[in-house]
Structures are given as C-alpha cells and as structure tokens.
C-alpha cells in the first residue's frame, strides 16, 4: 500500500534512510508534523501518511538524495560484518571480547581521546580502524538550542528552541522534556541521513552525543557558558 504512493526511485532510496531503526526515526520527526493531536494521543499511521513522511526525508536528505550511509555507524562494511564482533548471534559480552582483542593499548585509548590530527579538540575526534570497520568518531554535537547543523535543504532546518537560559526561567519541566524529545529524534535524523553541523563537505558529520545544557549554577556573569545554564538555584539547576 505504501508502494502505491511512492514514485520507483523514492522506493528504492527508502530502505537505505530507514537503516538501523525499528520505527523509522530517521523520519519519526515528519510522521509527527502529520498529527492533528499530539502527546499522549494515538496516532494513526496510514499507508499515504508513511510514504508522505518517506518522501519529506528524501527531502531532507543533501541534494534531495539519500545518503550512501549514516554518519559514523559501525558493522556496516564487509570487512567488520566479517568478524564477530558484529555478529548479532553472539551474545554482547563475546561481541565485545573480539573488539577489544583487536585494539592495541594506543588503539584503545585513541578511542577515548581527543586526537588533534583528525580536528580541533574542542569538536573531539576519536580514531577508529579501518582494518577491522571500526569509524572514527566526532563527539561535539550542539544541543543548548538545536542540533547544531547545516541545513541539509533550504527550509528543512533543526527546530531551534529558546536556551538553556531562558528556559530554565520558565520553570516548567514539560518544556524541558518535550524540548529533548525533539532534540534526540533530530540528532538520530540528521546522523541516519549523513548531515554535517556545518561544513558543506561533511567534514563534521552529525553523531548522536549531544552537548548541553550544563548543569552547572550560573552565580558569575562572567563565566562564559552562562547562557547553557538553566540559572543560580540550585534546585532548579
């Protein structure tokens, strides 16, 4: 039924934006945009409304395309579905046994720090290895307003919401939930569809660890992440 709605080439490039998700979040975003009713109501999803929201992510997607993969994902080249620590058969404690054997003492912590020559270290750029299909990483992805990123397409933006800040002055904890819902749909959306955060050329792929807000208090103007704090109450921080 949903085939029915979709034009041959639309069909084709589906499966490859729905890729590592039960649901479809890479387009769980524009199902919701279909909802007259929202938070705790059901919500109907029917054949014409699927391909609908299908269609709005081969939007989304850079040059109204989809993207060859996600941003960063492991266990989706031959070379590591070869070995077993992409075997989803094992169970995640052999899994993670056979990765690790495979990482020298360097090749571990290179993982787990900042490496100058892949980027600036503020973004955070982790190695990978490419013998065994392990990506490298980029851990720095905006969260105190939107997901910080390009616009993959004219119009087809991050939702950007009020800051830490100002929120945090409205004291209202629904606001907060619903903004990191949005947020977290978002940030699975633009890394499943290979978005960048700014560079035009990918070269700061969108992963899925957001930064911010801090939960720090915000008693001295001086500090310079004072508009990622929700205040000075520490209750309220």
Same mark, same amino acid.
Request: proline share 6%; with cysteine.
């Given at each position: 039924?949903?085939?029915?709605?979709?034009?041959?080439?639309?069909?084709?490039?589906?499966?490859?934006?729905?890729?590592?998700?039960?649901?479809?979040? &890479?387009?769980?975003?524009?199902?919701?945009?279909?909802?007259?009713?929202?938070?705790?109501?059901?919500?109907?999803?029917?054949?014409?409304?699927?391909?609908?929201?299908?269609?709005?992510?081969?939007?989304? &997607?850079?040059?109204?395309?989809?993207?060859?993969?996600?941003?960063?994902?492991?266990?989706?080249?031959?070379?590591?579905? &070869?070995?077993?620590?992409?075997? %989803?058969?094992?169970?995640?404690?052999?899994?993670?046994?056979?990765?690790?054997?495979?990482?020298?003492?360097?090749?571990?912590?290179?993982?787990?720090?900042?490496?100058?020559?892949?980027?600036? %270290?503020?973004?955070?750029?982790?190695?990978?290895?490419?013998?065994?299909?392990?990506?490298?990483?980029?851990?720095?992805?905006?969260?105190?307003?939107?997901?910080?990123?390009?616009?993959?397409?004219?119009?087809?933006?991050?939702?950007?919401?009020?800051?830490?800040?100002?929120?945090?002055?409205?004291?209202?904890?629904?606001?907060?939930?619903?903004?990191?819902?949005?947020?977290?749909?978002?940030?699975?959306?633009?890394?499943?569809?290979?978005?960048?955060?700014?560079?035009?050329?990918?070269?700061?792929?969108?992963?899925?660890?957001?930064?911010?807000?801090?939960?720090?208090?915000?008693?001295?103007?001086?500090?310079?992440? %004072?508009?990622?704090?929700?205040?000075?109450?520490?209750?309220?921080?």
């Amino acid at each position: 039924q949903v085939r029915s709605h979709l034009s041959s080439n639309q069909w084709a490039q589906a499966p490859v934006l729905l890729r590592g998700s039960k649901t479809g979040l &890479a387009f769980a975003v524009f199902l919701c945009s279909h909802c007259s009713r929202h938070q705790g109501m059901r919500l109907e999803v029917t054949p014409k409304r699927f391909a609908s929201a299908v269609m709005m992510v081969l939007l989304l &997607a850079p040059g109204g395309e989809a993207a060859a993969a996600p941003n960063m994902h492991g266990c989706l080249s031959a070379v590591a579905r &070869a070995l077993p620590y992409c075997n %989803t058969s094992l169970g995640i404690e052999a899994r993670l046994d056979d990765l690790l054997s495979r990482l020298s003492l360097r090749e571990k912590i290179s993982q787990i720090t900042p490496q100058a020559d892949l980027g600036d %270290t503020c973004t955070t750029f982790t190695r990978g290895k490419a013998q065994i299909g392990l990506p490298e990483w980029l851990w720095l992805v905006e969260t105190n307003t939107n997901v910080a990123s390009g616009c993959p397409q004219e119009g087809r933006c991050a939702t950007t919401f009020v800051g830490p800040l100002g929120l945090g002055a409205s004291f209202n904890r629904s606001s907060w939930k619903l903004k990191g819902s949005v947020l977290g749909t978002e940030m699975r959306a633009f890394n499943n569809i290979g978005a960048s955060r700014f560079h035009p050329d990918g070269s700061n792929p969108i992963g899925l660890t957001g930064f911010g807000p801090n939960i720090n208090i915000a008693r001295d103007p001086r500090f310079g992440r %004072t508009s990622e704090l929700p205040g000075e109450d520490p209750l309220l921080s």
